[in-house]
């Protein structure tokens, strides 16, 4: 069976032929331990509790049988050789020498948090983190890294909703790989500052291809970032006025980026690129920004860039970078992140440093 997408947005996979069954907390474990690699355990509906996988040799899978709605949470310290599919999850927590752990086409009602992970080929893919809050006290973000590493995670999260809540949506410390993900009405509410994506240091971080829509504020980094990659992202945002924040940052790379002009905060205009610092903080430095649709970039407090050309911008160009308005394949308020590409004959077309679109490509 192919792929579908369910009611919720979550990707629902294709039933494979299930090897072993179980029906509550305790077969689930003892059909866990009995599996082999290339198995395939299926859950009936029901509460599961908190799920604690070990290491295999290969790869085992744990689904809803056929019309199955079991729910459960996640609890890895170890765990190898995991890939998880088409479950409701309370909370998910992945920690140490976890790897080659998948979670796909899920439906996550509470936070994930991963820590101590190194080089771990975890993936999150094509799941669901919809109106998702964080009280006080609680895991301040959906996915949660809050650990700080020189070694890059190896944690992907792709192709999946973050929607709803004050929750921030990603926040992490150590280096990820966020790929074509979608952020939508993510909003402060109280005294919570919600971000939707968070880094902090995060060295290595790569940020491509995201949907930024109507978020308190969009890619940010309010305590340092290093060497991270920003690229080809949207970011359509109704709050803060600058789309792009990066404090005392060292090396990052912001290209193909396309920010949604408008109006903002404090009566100031949508779509800034903001590379700047905190007074107790190191200016930024080497930082590179290039083929990107903005209003325009604010370089400000001692901070630098290493390079800054064939922007497209509405106001305060400078040299090597066009002042235009672009035109884009979605008309002036397009919709969804392809019908921001560049139209025939608009501003920046053809004109990227690489010969391709100014914005995303």
Known sequence: MSEAEGDDGSRRVGLATCDRLATNAATLAS???AATAGQTICLASGSYGTFSAGAKPGVV???????ATP?????????????IEGLTLTSAVLLGSTRNVTITGSRFTGAAMIDGVAQSNILFDGNTHLNINAPTGAVPARIHLPYSSSTHSGVTI?????EGGDADGIQTGVGVNILNNQFKDIQENGPNHTDAIQLLGAPGAVVRGNYFLNCASGIVAYDGVERAVIEDNVLDLRGRPWAIELYSDDGSIVRHNTLQHGACDW????GIIDITRKTADDVGRGTVIVDNVATEISVNNGSTVAERHHNLLRQ???SGELTGVPVFMGGAAPTDWSGFRLAPGSPGKSAASDGTDIGIR
């Open 267 to 270: 009566n100031l205009p949508c």
């Open 31 to 33: 059909q866990w331990s």
């Open 71 to 83: 729910t459960l949470a996640l609890r890895f310290n170890g765990a190898n050789n995991v890939r």
């Open 316 to 318: 305060y160009a400078q």
């Open 61 to 67: 899978t744990v689904k809803p049988q056929s019309g």
């Open 158 to 162: 792709q192709n999946s909703r973050f």
